[in-house]
């Protein structure tokens, strides 16, 4: 079983070794590897940035959305009007000032958020306006919400491009740092992080007058948005009703494709149950109108409703490549930013250093080894020799064992592994001077070994456990750097306690039992 478990990822280990010797492994090869972080193999380095006020504008908005829903659904309706988004705040006006204290009453819930935090002010100006104001922790609860869910949509934006390993982390309170390994032209990732995919489905204002709407001028209750480019009325512009439409957070499948009607590259999306409720009345309700579908603020196309439609899916149209409809399948799959990201720091990390540090890292290595080597032989003669055997086996299955847990090397790593190499011997050393004091009080041979082992193996336990923890710890706390030195030791403690412990005293055992000694020479 032993020799099971070292040769199993002994084996995994040769593919991370002879690729870069130079051996070819073959394109389908599915033979686990290491992925080498952005310091070793070089790649793409971003940093993005949120914008603040994007996130309240996006806050005050939901809140009108809100406030009109609870306003309409109260018993009787409470009726209302001139309603205004001026300075941060969201006001309106009662057509009848006795329903103040209900309408309070109706929007008080609104107020609060998660743990009974309120984070939006209600005061009435007037006797008749109401005024809601976002408390500043109402505001540092959204912006720190957006930018938790911005890293997520990042992250799963990255995995299903198929890059390997990138590491994406919170820089302060608006800042997102992105580093994908080999990656050496960010052009399509900047482009794909950058697009924030937030889509909406927003009836036509058929009230609007083209000439208003292509001077800027939308009615009460409507806004104007332009077409992408690209589409077939790039420069045109578009009137839509602000409120009542659908958005994009309740998809739940994108897919580019192809429509087998005109040849055209489309995108098909699928809402979740509730959004396809919403989507199917929309279409209901407006059989034989218009509605735009908007993407981050364009209009790419404006169809009728010619029939409900009722089934949750739906398709995008506007003058796709195959590309550019694969690219947007992407981003409405792992959902929508909730907040637009700028690229604000572009660096590009070539592999030469990379190359290098591992080369030096290699030589360290080599280099130690030979040092322990020969002081364990010339120390414990043939179980010295064990232990240099235990520590090449040592090497190769945590390198198995990275390949296998798909884990990622960074030039901390490689002195992690440095120090496992000094490290792995020392179990040896206490287990042979152990053996060395049961011989001096005595003791035979094979129960000098037995002795040894078991007495030994108590205090290595104990140091590798409170190491064990500390390594536990900075993975888990730790990013960057500090993650990839985490992951070699913690590894390396596990690889050196096996390999020392149960390979050396199953070596050692067999030859005593082969060879029965009186005496050993340690």
Same mark, same amino acid.
Do not use: C
């Given at each position: 079983?032993?020799?099971?478990?070292?040769?199993?990822?002994?084996?995994?280990?040769?593919?991370?070794?002879?690729?870069?010797?130079?051996?070819?492994?073959?394109?389908?090869?599915?033979?686990?590897?290491?992925?080498?972080?952005?310091?070793?193999?070089?790649?793409?380095?971003?940093?993005?940035?949120?914008?603040?006020?994007?996130?309240?504008?996006?806050?005050?908005?939901?809140?009108?959305?809100?406030?009109?829903?609870?306003?309409?659904?109260?018993?009787?309706?409470?009726?209302?009007?001139?309603?205004?988004?001026?300075?941060?705040?969201?006001?309106?006006?009662?057509?009848?000032?006795?329903?103040?204290?209900?309408?309070?009453?109706?929007?008080?819930?609104?107020?609060?958020?998660e743990g009974l935090t309120r984070?939006?002010?209600?005061?009435?100006?007037?006797?008749?306006?109401?005024?809601?104001?976002?408390?500043?922790?109402?505001?540092?609860?959204?912006?720190?919400?957006?930018?938790?869910?911005?890293?997520?949509?990042?992250?799963?934006?990255?995995?299903?491009?198929?890059?390997?390993?990138?590491?994406?982390?919170?820089?302060?309170?608006?800042?997102?740092?992105?580093?994908?390994?080999?990656?050496?032209?960010?052009?399509?990732?900047?482009?794909?992080?950058?697009?924030?995919?937030?889509?909406?489905?927003?009836?036509?204002?058929?009230?609007?007058?083209?000439?208003?709407?292509?001077?800027?001028?939308?009615?009460?209750?409507?806004?104007?948005?332009?077409?992408?480019?690209?589409?077939?009325?790039?420069?045109?512009f578009e009137a839509v009703k602000?409120?009542?439409?659908?958005?994009?957070?309740?998809?739940?499948?994108?897919?580019?494709?192809?429509?087998?009607?005109?040849?055209?590259?489309?995108?098909?999306?699928?809402?979740?149950?509730?959004?396809?409720?919403?989507?199917?009345?929309?279409?209901?309700?407006?059989?034989?109108?218009?509605?735009?579908?908007?993407?981050?603020?364009?209009?790419?196309?404006?169809?009728?409703?010619?029939?409900?439609?009722?089934?949750?899916?739906?398709?995008?149209?506007?003058?796709?490549?195959?590309?550019?409809?694969?690219?947007?399948?992407?981003?409405?799959?792992? /959902?929508?930013?909730? *907040?637009?990201? =700028? %690229?604000?720091?572009?660096?590009? &990390?070539?592999?030469? +250093? @990379? $190359?290098?540090? #591992?080369?030096?890292?290699?030589?360290?290595?080599?280099?130690?080894?030979?040092?322990?080597?020969?002081?364990?032989?010339?120390?414990? /003669?043939?179980?010295? *020799?064990?232990? =240099? %055997?235990?520590?090449?086996?040592? &090497?190769?299955?945590? +390198? @198995? $064992?990275?390949? #296998?847990?798909?884990?990622?090397?960074?030039?901390?790593?490689?002195?992690?592994?440095?120090?496992?190499?000094?490290?792995?011997?020392?179990?040896?050393?206490?287990?042979?001077?152990?053996?060395?004091?049961?011989?001096?009080?005595?003791?035979?041979?094979?129960?000098?070994?037995?002795?040894?082992?078991?007495?030994?193996?108590?205090?290595?336990?104990?140091?590798?456990?409170?190491?064990?923890?500390?390594?536990?710890?900075?993975?888990?706390?730790?990013?960057?750097?500090?993650?990839?030195?985490?992951?070699?030791?913690?590894?390396?403690?596990?690889?050196?306690?096996?390999?020392?412990?149960?390979?050396?005293?199953?070596?050692?055992?067999?030859y005593l039992a082969a060879n029965?000694?009186?005496?050993?020479?340690?």
């Open positions: 079983m032993l020799w099971a478990i070292t040769l199993a990822f002994s084996a995994a280990a040769l593919p991370s070794l002879l690729g870069p010797a130079g051996v070819e492994l073959g394109e389908d090869s599915s033979a686990p590897q290491i992925n080498l972080g952005l310091d070793l193999a070089g790649g793409s380095h971003l940093l993005l940035e949120a914008d603040p006020e994007e996130v309240a504008r996006q806050r005050l908005e939901n809140m009108e959305e809100a406030v009109e829903v609870a306003l309409e659904n109260a018993t009787p309706e409470i009726e209302f009007g001139d309603t205004s988004r001026s300075d941060g705040r969201l006001s309106f006006i009662l057509d009848t000032p006795v329903d103040i204290d209900r309408a309070r009453g109706v929007l008080e819930p609104l107020m609060m958020g984070e939006w002010d209600l005061s009435v100006i007037d006797g008749q306006r109401m005024v809601l104001t976002p408390t500043d922790t109402g505001t540092a609860v959204a912006l720190n919400t957006a930018m938790e869910g911005a890293v997520e949509v990042v992250r799963r934006r990255i995995d299903l491009l198929g890059t390997k390993e990138p590491t994406i982390i919170r820089q302060g309170d608006t800042r997102i740092v992105v580093q994908v390994p080999g990656l050496q032209d960010p052009q399509a990732l900047k482009e794909q992080l950058g697009q924030t995919a937030q889509l909406e489905f927003k009836l036509v204002d058929q009230q609007a007058l083209p000439t208003n709407t292509l001077a800027g001028v939308a009615n009460p209750g409507s806004q104007i948005f332009p077409y992408a480019t690209g589409s077939n009325f790039e420069g045109q602000r409120l009542g439409g659908i958005r994009g957070d309740s998809l739940t499948g994108a897919q580019a494709g192809i429509d087998q009607r005109n040849n055209e590259n489309i995108v098909s999306i699928q809402f979740d149950q509730q959004g396809g409720q919403k989507f199917a009345q929309l279409s209901t309700e407006n059989v034989g109108e218009r509605f735009a579908i908007i993407l981050d603020g364009e209009v790419i196309s404006a169809p009728f409703f010619n029939e409900p439609i009722l089934g949750g899916a739906a398709q995008i149209s506007g003058n796709f490549t195959a590309e550019s409809a694969n690219q947007l399948a992407i981003s409405l799959q792992s /959902g929508a930013l909730p *907040v637009p990201l =700028t %690229v604000i720091e572009e660096r590009t &990390v070539g592999p030469d +250093l @990379g $190359a290098e540090s #591992i080369r030096s890292g290699l030589i360290a290595m080599i280099i130690g080894s030979i040092a322990v080597v020969t002081l364990m032989v010339a120390t414990y /003669g043939r179980f010295g *020799v064990y232990a =240099t %055997v235990a520590l090449v086996f040592n &090497v190769l299955i945590l +390198l @198995g $064992a990275m390949a #296998i847990g798909n884990f990622t090397l960074t030039l901390p790593g490689i002195a992690g592994f440095v120090l496992t190499v000094g490290a792995a011997v020392d179990a040896n050393v206490l287990i042979n001077e152990r053996i060395r004091e049961e011989r001096k009080r005595g003791r035979k041979v094979i129960t000098a070994v037995e002795n040894g082992y078991k007495e030994a193996s108590r205090a290595i336990y104990d140091a590798n456990i409170t190491n064990f923890i500390a390594g536990a710890l900075l993975f888990w706390f730790g990013s960057g750097p500090i993650r990839g030195f985490a992951v070699v030791l913690v590894i390396g403690l596990v690889t050196s306690v096996f390999t020392a412990l149960a390979l050396t005293r199953m070596w050692v055992s067999g029965r000694p009186k005496d050993i020479n340690i």
